[in-house]
């Protein structure tokens, strides 16, 4: 391990105090996402699907409805993507095996919210 250097100088009678950095190397990205853009009928899908889901488990979508509407993006995205709406608030070692097991179920709090 590479000891940092401190140096002091003087401008207008401050001391300003400033550390070397390490030599800088290339970061490595551990994983790429791929953002696609859910379509406008998936959208209205898992809008339509949500709202019904509160109905029948008898919860309320989140009072901020950025959450709500970040939620039924992913839902959508999920749909489109894998042809399963997977809760987006959940991480999955393999998401298309999760969509090829056909069950959804959001434990997310943001989604339920009493």
């Not at 950025?66 to 998401?95: F, Q, W």
Request: aromatic share 8%; with cysteine.
């Amino acid at each position: 391990m590479r000891a940092l250097q401190a140096s002091t100088s003087y401008s207008a009678g401050l001391g300003i105090s400033s550390v070397a950095a390490p030599p800088s190397r290339p970061r490595r990205r551990l994983g790429a996402v791929a953002k696609v853009e859910p379509t406008e009928k998936s959208i209205e899908i898992m809008r339509k699907f949500s709202e019904q889901y509160a109905r029948k488990s008898d919860t309320y979508f989140c009072v901020d409805k950025g959450v709500t509407s970040v939620v039924i993006k992913g839902l959508a995205e999920h749909r489109d993507t894998l042809g399963a709406p997977l809760c987006p608030c959940r991480h999955y070692d393999d998401k298309a095996a999760e969509a090829q097991q056909g069950f959804w179920n959001c434990p997310c709090v943001p989604m339920r919210e009493r």
